[in-house]
C-alpha cells in the first residue's frame, strides 16, 4: 500500500510541477516554433525558413522576399525579445535591427520589426510583419518611387510579393535613400 502511495503521489506532483515555461521550452511548442522561425528568418538561408514557413504557404513569398531583403540590407540583431503568446492562436516576436536603410537616412534611430505569427493546430500558418520605421522611411520610399520609377519595374519588380531580386531592390533604395538625404539636407 505505501509504495502505491509513493507511486500515486510521484505522478501526482509530476503533473503538478509542469510549468508554462517548461512547456514553452518543449521543442513542439508554438513558442519553439516561432523562436525556430525567428532562427530561420536570420539564417539568411532560405531552405530553413521555407521549412519553418511548410504550413503556411500564403506567408511563403513575402516572408521569403523580406529575408533576402534584411540580408542585402545587412540586418544585424541588436535586441531579441523572446516571442510571446498573445492568445492562443497567435505568437508575436520583436527583433531590433540595425540596417544599411536606416543608416542611409541618418535618423539614429533603430527600428524594432514584429513577426505576427497565426497558429492553428501548434503549426505555423501565417506570418506577417510588421516594423516601426521612422516617418522619413516612407516618405524616402515614396519619393523614391515618384523620382525612380525604374526601380518598381527594374530591381524592385515585385516588391515584397515574390520579387526575384529583393538584395538589388534594397541595395537600390539604399542609394535612393541616401540621395533622398541629401537632397533634404540641401533645401
Known amino acids: 500500500m505505501r509504495c502505491v502511495l509513493t507511486v500515486a503521489l510521484i505522478f501526482g506532483l509530476s503533473g503538478c510541477t509542469a510549468s508554462p515555461q517548461s512547456q514553452s521550452a ?3 511548442s508554438p513558442l519553439a516554433a516561432a523562436e525556430r522561425l525567428i532562427d530561420a528568418f536570420y539564417s539568411f538561408d532560405p531552405v530553413p ?3 519553418a514557413l511548410s504550413n503556411a504557404p500564403a506567408s511563403q513569398a513575402q516572408i521569403i522576399f523580406y529575408q533576402g531583403w534584411a540580408e542585402g540590407a545587412n540586418y544585424a540583431v541588436l535586441k531579441r525579445q523572446p516571442c510571446r503568446r498573445n492568445s492562443p492562436d497567435e505568437v508575436s516576436c520583436e527583433i531590433t535591427v540595425q540596417d544599411d536603410l536606416i543608416a542611409a537616412l541618418g535618423t539614429g534611430y533603430w527600428v524594432t520589426d514584429t513577426f505576427h ?3 492553428r493546430a501548434g503549426r505555423i500558418v501565417n506570418v506577417r510583419t510588421s516594423s516601426n520605421d521612422p516617418p522619413d522611411f516612407e516618405e524616402a520610399l515614396d519619393w523614391l518611387k515618384l523620382k525612380r520609377p525604374d526601380l518598381m519595374k527594374g530591381p524592385c519588380k515585385g516588391f ?4 526575384p531580386t529583393p538584395q538589388a531592390c534594397v541595395k537600390a533604395v539604399v542609394k535612393g535613400f541616401a540621395k533622398y538625404r541629401a537632397t ?3 533645401a
Open 26 to 28: 518543449s521543442s513542439s
Open 49 to 51: 525558413l521555407r521549412a
Open 117 to 119: 505569427l497565426s497558429l
Open 160 to 163: 515584397f510579393a515574390r520579387g
Open 184 to 186: 533634404r539636407l540641401n
